[in-house]
């Protein structure tokens, strides 16, 4: 083997374990990018669904206070665990 073919190999090699580094970087990056997705969302669908409960809540507490008052349970229990639903997508996350 000549000199040229070992240079080159050794440069290939370099840059396959670049090619890799950045591989597993972006797939890392993707995997954190889709966590924050999944927990805004799900922030989202509790911050709406707190909403309409309690907006349900009050419209139906004349005619039917049991109803109500659950509407009023579970409008409150939306409210209570959409910021724990959104806790993974800080800022300090979504800088880093």
Do not use: H, N, Y
Not at 1 to 23: F, H, I, K, N, P
């Amino acid at each position: 083997m000549t000199g040229d073919q070992e240079g080159g190999g050794r440069a290939e090699s370099a840059a396959l374990r670049v090619w890799r580094r950045q591989s597993v970087w972006s797939q890392s990056a993707d995997a954190v990018k889709a966590t924050i997705q999944r927990s805004r969302a799900a922030g989202l669908a509790l911050g709406i669904c707190a909403a309409v409960g309690g907006a349900a809540s009050a419209q139906t507490m004349g005619a039917s206070p049991a109803v109500g008052k659950a509407l009023a349970f579970a409008a409150a229990l939306a409210a209570r665990c959409a910021p724990l639903a959104a806790q993974r997508a800080t800022p300090g996350l979504v800088r880093d």
